[in-house]
């Protein structure tokens, strides 16, 4: 059925015959529990191990961080609140800005903001979907200045401590030329991995290039605890402070109860790292069910026109966490029409979020071009990806 001009039918075709006969409704991402989750989670049950310490959390940090090669990871209740703690161990201070890239998911903007900085909204690349390398420079060129203390905004008077990246819906973002920046501007690499567990830049895995890194296992990730997060880095003083002040930053005692800072209860329950435990040992499966699954729409995507299937960036490995299909800019009125005639047949699709510029909250904070964000926005649509729509061989 090769047709020389879009339209929603078409693209609706498009996906029924990539998806396995998946029956409708077909998510977005379903998460898929078919190891060692029930054992793991009977043996908390059994133990009475349920809460904020056991054995499952130990191993799930050991475990993160053999998989993904940092040297320390902690684990927490859930992705925004491991930002949260990144940015502060990263020493962003109250006050300062923090860059972030205008389109990603609301929780890099919210922790800025929980910290008590002010984000600083910077475009994205068309390619990578991740912070666009030369427009951060040629932003950074016109409005910053450099000083003994770093980085200073000139029209705002704040200082700018760190970048956050994003591997966006898990391809990597380019971070060799994200880290050059960083270096040579004296920013801070934060990296906000939560999409891009299993992917890697340049045969490394995602989340080791920045000072601190971070992790979600939120239901609709690629590996899910319930609700969760991680903070990574290959800093081991980083690493304690942050297992120090999201454990209550309680000095270790048998039995007294004495604290050396503010803490924050961001724990994550024995519980449900014994789920990421068993998530863990499924990662490779699944990844390569994903895999099959992003092959299978790339191929079909190829004959169709006026519409591209986001491939992984040739300096990297995707985990194609969300499959993404981009409309080419003279189609993008087409996304709403196919939006509606996917989601009434049941197969769930979705737009990119909205440009954080454009959130009431964020309205009025700084923001470089962000033109690409925009006219991204305006033309993502998200695809089903779980790796269920895969059969087992
Ligand atoms: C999911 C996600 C988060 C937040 O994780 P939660 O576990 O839902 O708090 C942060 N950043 C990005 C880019 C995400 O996709």
Known sequence: MIKTKLDPSIVAATLTTCLNKGVAPIALHEPSFRGNEWLFVKDCLDTGWVSSVGKYVDKFEQELAAFTGVKRAVAVVNGTASLQIAFEVAGVCPGDEVLVPDL????????????????????ISVTSLGVDPQKLREGLEKIGRQTPEGLFNLQTGKKISALVVVHTFGHPAEMDELAEICSEFKLTLVEDAAESIGSYYKGQHTGNVGLVSTLSFNGNKTITTGGGG????????????????????????????????????????????????????????LLSKKRDLAARYQIAFEEIPGVKFLAEPKYGKSNYWLNTLILDEDQAQLRDPILELTNNQGIQTRPAW?????????????????SNSISMASRIINIPSSPCLTPDV
């Open 104 to 123: 990603t998911f609301v929780a890099t903007t919210s922790a800025v903001k929980h910290c008590g900085a002010n984000p600083h909204f910077v475009d």
């Open 230 to 285: 991680a903070i990574l880095t290959n800093d081991a003083r980083i690493g304690e402070i942050a297992k120090h002040i999201t454990t209550t930053a309680k000095i270790p005692h048998r039995w007294k109860f004495a604290h050396d800072r503010v803490g924050y209860n961001f724990r994550m329950p024995n519980i449900n790292a014994a789920l990421g435990c068993a998530q863990l040992e499924s990662l490779p499966l």
């Open 354 to 370: 909205e440009p954080m510029h454009t959130l009431p909250m964020y309205a009025d904070c700084q923001r470089m071009d962000v």
